[in-house]
């Protein structure tokens, strides 16, 4: 699999693209809360997905939670962003895998177009949007919005990051970043998230640059 910098993962095998937590519709949902953000958050989320279709040529898409922001926002999807992404649902094989976000109500809208499922497993992969603590299977997740922070000098400096776990056997689990362009971050080395990556061996924080990627220990069993 290969973790690109757009935060996505391109999965070869499937010809698969997969994003966590775009959280569409957030920008609206905060200005009907009284706080204006620029209402352009979807179309910037929804661009990055098709710049990422057209660099690797995925046919699928998997999205592992918290699609839209809240119960409704699907339905307040400005015409442009709805064309969008009704352009692509009907381009790729599409599945939307729900997240807290997406459960939050009795009466959310149903994602536009594609397939919608709680978690599903394709090749021996779990896809899900919350690490479930104690699975031994290999497993792709979201939800958290790991960011890893340093301090350069006197900089200090925050990445979207994957969080990779491996046990004693070599299997291995991922938290994706943040996709959504309104997205904030955990730092990737709670507690919560290593906490949910448990049984591992080792736990590493992996940010794609342009041409490397780059790895940062956060926690071994026997450092």
Sequence with gaps: MVLLPSNAIYWPRENALLVADLHLEKGSFYASHGQM???YD???TL???ADALKQTGARRVYTLGDNFHDAHGAERLEAHAAGMLDALVRAVDWVWVTGNHDHNSDTRAAAPGGTELEEL???GMILRHE???GETRP???GHYHPKLRLKVRTRHIA???AVVSRDEAGSGRMILPAFGAYTGGMDAGDPAILDALQPAASITAMVAAKT???RFPLWAANP
Excluded: N
């Design 37 to 39: 953000l620029p209402p």
């Design 42 to 44: 979807s179309r910037e």
């Design 47 to 49: 661009s990055r997905v």
């Design 121 to 123: 497993e394709i090749a």
């Design 131 to 133: 690490a479930k603590r």
């Design 139 to 141: 497993e792709l997740s």
């Design 159 to 161: 990445r979207p990051c």
């Design 212 to 214: 490397k990627l780059t």
